[in-house]
T-cell receptor
Framework: AQSVTQLDSHVSVSEGTPVLLRCNYS??????LFWYVQHPNKGLQLLLK??????LVKGINGFEAEFKKSETSFHLTKPSAHMSDAAEYFC???????????FGAGTTVTVRA | NAGVTQTPKFQVLKTGQSMTLQCAQD?????MSWYRQDPGMGLRLIHY???????DQGEVPNGYNVSRSTTEDFPLRLLSAAPSQTSVYFC??????????????FGQGTRLTVV
């Protein structure tokens, strides 16, 4: 079985400051991990994925995430927030059955001018 | 290359009515799934398919039926709509080559309201 916990339901940052979205996972197997972004009234877009090749994963739009097995975490960061980053973000895990994805509850990011 | 296409985008149903949400993908993906999105709950898996002719239940299957007669299409049927089925529905597809790092591709969603 697998599960995901996103530790913050809402994060508010000022434009130009760092963003940190926290995600902890539970999986019986070596997991596949993803971050998706959903802009208002849109579908889900892949930001980045953990491929086990490197623990620090770079994604689109300046986002990156670090896989820490000892902490079972996969936190998402961006050094400088932009107004266009305002959206909902989902941490997702798949385990041995890679057709089944488990989603976190989501983190809504608000960016203040 | 359209990716994953869902229709309709919006729908209002009366309690007890039935309807089918359509989903089609043009990427020749083996895996297809339906999720529902409710505030504060992320996305929950309704039904999934690992190939044509093969379907199975996810976390929240009650009140929904699926079939998969072709690789491209995976319709979701609501048998007798209830207000609890008011939600946003997403269809997703995924390559099924046992490469466990392949990502899922999502449609734009169907916003369903049951009154």
């Amino acid at each position: 079985a697998q599960s995901v916990t996103q530790l913050d339901s809402h994060v508010s940052v000022s434009e130009g400051t760092p963003v940190l979205l926290r995600c902890n996972y539970s999986s019986s197997y070596s997991p596949s991990l993803f971050w998706y972004v959903q802009h208002p009234n849109k579908g889900l877009q892949l930001l980045l994925k953990y491929t086990s090749a490197a623990t620090l994963v770079k994604g689109i739009n300046g986002f990156e995430a670090e896989f820490k097995k000892s902490e079972t975490s996969f936190h998402l960061t961006k050094p400088s927030a932009h107004m266009s980053d305002a959206a909902e973000y989902f941490c997702v895990v798949s385990g041995s059955n890679d057709y089944k994805l488990s989603f976190g509850a989501g983190t809504t990011v608000t960016v203040r001018a | 290359n359209a990716g994953v296409t869902q229709t309709p985008k919006f729908q209002v149903l009366k309690t007890g009515q039935s309807m089918t949400l359509q989903c089609a993908q043009d990427m020749n993906h083996e895996y297809m799934s339906w999720y529902r999105q409710d505030p504060g709950m992320g996305l929950r898996l309704i039904h999934y398919s690992v190939g044509a002719g093969i379907t199975d239940q996810g976390e929240v299957p009650n009140g929904y039926n699926v079939s998969r007669s072709t690789t491209e299409d995976f319709p979701l049927r609501l048998l007798s709509a209830a207000p609890s089925q008011t939600s946003v529905y997403f269809c997703a597809s995924k390559r099924g080559d046992r490469g466990r790092n392949t990502e899922a591709f999502f449609g734009q969603g169907t916003r369903l309201t049951v009154v």
